[in-house]
């Protein structure tokens, strides 16, 4: 029979638990375009989006890591204007399930993000990135800061309709008490975690690789810490809300590790750079598993870690 | 673009640290100035690293030349031929030939920049009479040229600097050019199309501004990359606006007027 891949985040029914992550996947157009049918994923998490389109930071922006890669984007996206007229429709046209990933510099933009995307129809979740710094406090990062977090949190919660993901950062140091900061303020669901920030050093010329210094450390590098903090805040919560699992997944096998250390879904992050096909082809791989493990229903295996 | 399981035909020391490979890509065509992102075995390497695309044959196979320069490409040197390698392409906007037609074409290039030049020359030669297609081709040293002889085959003008004087004139190839443009061209309209180093595709960009005769000048960038696909945004350069753009999608080939950081 054929075995059940269907997960919920929120009141989201996603077709499988695969998704992509944001900023490894553009708007879509790219994947869809050349390699496959996107709507087969669980979910496109789309490019973090700003209100006012973002130019980025200079380069170099990527730098090659031991198992890994360190990027400082500066989180470049065409603005909250152009990619509903110029990048949803695309999303919506080719059935895409899109979870729109919003970054703001204050909790207003975060509210007015979240309020107009929830309008549209082509947005069926909203990913919070609050690894972003907070203007008005100083520059310090959402993410750091558990009552900052829940703030942004319910001020967002209060004015949508459509499921609320919060993406957590790694660069707090206690992530089941910023997990349950965000679920109190309403969290529909976490994306544990987003990149460690990291650095990479050219000896020779004593200078850093990043023309940002810091960037953000992803790939195979960072599995285990991120396997870590989804394990950590599945163990911790009381009020148990879905987790999306991320972090250095490139194969089938590290997407059900993700999912027995208590992920309801995954994104697939950096894998999507080394091949492109690699999301779709985890879809397929995945129900094999199941099959051939015979796992009726994919929920049997979020939390299925013995310990 | 497609990503194909390519076998190497061939993969050997051209010369000094510069390797050729031949890939059983089955590709049927490209714009010369496109690249490739090859996965490279073996495990150290993690992304996939940017090579121009030297030409494509009939057959369907890829050639690329490439010069050792760091833990990727000194691994991919050593990948022995008949095994299969993973390769993305050919991925951007190359360089656009119908601008040209009718003028003299200018080929600048550098060091081992010269390859993708060797598919555009190869194309050109098709369309345009061989006596209005002039190659300046600058280096270290002679050992440190490529491709000559196929350059001196297809009948083209032949225009070598080296540093060292050790073959052609002694100096900067874009002094060659600048010499060239006064002397015999100054009244026919000219179209350059150049790969480099940086340094030299920002001198090309400063002469071709000076010039009214050269209606196009175009530049192929390179640029630090991890996906190739235009969703990382990390290989951006900056243009005449100044917006970031993709050296991967909107380019690696852009018209040096629309660049603004070189």
Redesign the interface.
């Known amino acids: 029979m054929k075995p059940n891949l269907k997960v919920k985040i929120g009141k989201l029914e996603l077709k499988n638990p695969i998704m992509v992550a944001s900023g490894t996947f553009g708007y879509g157009e790219e994947f869809h375009k050349n390699f496959y049918d996107i709507s087969k994923l669980g979910a496109v998490v789309t490019k973090g989006i700003s209100l006012k389109p973002r130019l980025g930071n200079k380069t170099p922006r990527v730098a090659e890591t031991a198992s890994g890669m360190l990027n400082s984007i500066g989180l470049q996206n065409v603005g909250l204007r152009a990619f509903i007229t110029e990048k949803l429709p695309f999303l919506q046209r080719v059935h895409a399930t899109t979870i729109v990933n919003i970054l703001g510099e204050k909790i207003e933009d975060y509210v007015e993000l979240a309020q107009t995307l929830d309008e549209e129809p082509g947005v069926h979740a909203i990913e919070l990135n609050i690894s972003c710094p907070n203007v008005k406090a100083g520059g310090v990062q959402f993410g750091t800061d558990p009552k900052l977090a829940a703030k942004v949190t319910s001020s967002v919660k209060k004015k949508i309709k459509k499921p609320l993901i919060v993406k957590l950062s790694p660069n707090y140091h206690d992530m089941p008490l910023m997990a349950k900061h965000v679920v109190d303020a309403g969290a529909d669901a976490l994306s544990i975690m987003n990149t460690i920030t990291g650095m990479a050093i050219d000896a020779e010329k004593r200078r850093p690789v990043l023309a940002n210094v810091f960037g953000g450390l992803s790939g195979p590098a960072i599995k285990p810490i991120a396997l870590r903090m989804v394990c950590q805040v599945y163990m911790a919560s009381k009020k148990q809300r879905p987790i999306v699992g991320i972090g250095g997944i490139m194969n089938i096998t590290d997407v059900v590790e993700f999912l027995l250390a208590g992920s309801s879904a995954v994104q697939i992050g950096t894998a999507n750079f080394i091949n492109p096909t690699i999301a779709a082809d985890l879809v397929d791989q995945l129900e094999q598993y199941m099959i051939d493990h015979d796992i009726a229903d994919i929920k049997e295996l979020t939390g299925g870690l013995i310990v | 673009?497609?990503?194909t399981k390519a076998k190497i035909l061939l993969n050997e020391r051209y010369r000094q640290n510069y390797f050729m490979m031949r890939l059983e890509a089955g590709w049927e065509d490209f714009v010369p100035g496109q690249f490739v992102m090859v996965?490279v075995p073996g495990g150290k390497?993690?992304?996939?690293r940017p090579f121009g695309i030297a030409r494509l044959t009939g057959e369907g196979i890829l050639e690329i030349c490439y010069k050792v320069v760091g833990k990727?490409t000194l691994d991919l040197s050593s990948v022995p031929v008949g095994t299969n390698l993973?390769v993305?392409g050919p991925i951007g906007k190359g360089f656009d030939i119908s601008k040209g037609t009718g003028n003299i074409s200018i080929l600048v290039a550098g060091g081992y920049g010269i390859a993708p030049l060797l598919g555009l020359a190869e194309a050109l030669v098709q369309e345009e009479d061989r006596s209005n297609i002039h190659l300046f081709y600058g280096a270290q040293n002679e050992e440190h040229l490529l491709y000559l002889d196929e350059f001196k085959e297809m009948g083209i003008g032949l225009h070598v600097a080296t540093q060292d004087g050790s073959l052609g004139a002694k100096g900067l190839v874009t002094d060659e050019l600048k010499k060239f443009l006064l002397s015999t061209i100054n009244h026919q309209p000219s179209t350059i199309f150049a790969c480099g180093p940086h340094g030299m595709l920002g001198a090309i960009k400063m002469i071709a501004a000076k010039n009214r005769n050269i209606s196009s000048c175009q530049l192929s960038m390179e640029?630090?990359?991890?996906?190739g696909?235009?969703?990382?945004?990390?290989?951006?350069?900056k243009d005449s606006l100044?917006?970031?753009v993709r050296v991967c999608k909107e380019g690696p080939v852009f018209e040096a007027r629309e660049l603004s950081d070189i």
Do not use: E, I, K, P
């Open positions: 673009m497609q990503d996965a390497s993690f992304l996939r990727g993973q993305l640029s630090y990359m991890a996906c696909l235009g969703v990382c945004a990390g290989c951006v350069v100044g917006n970031f």
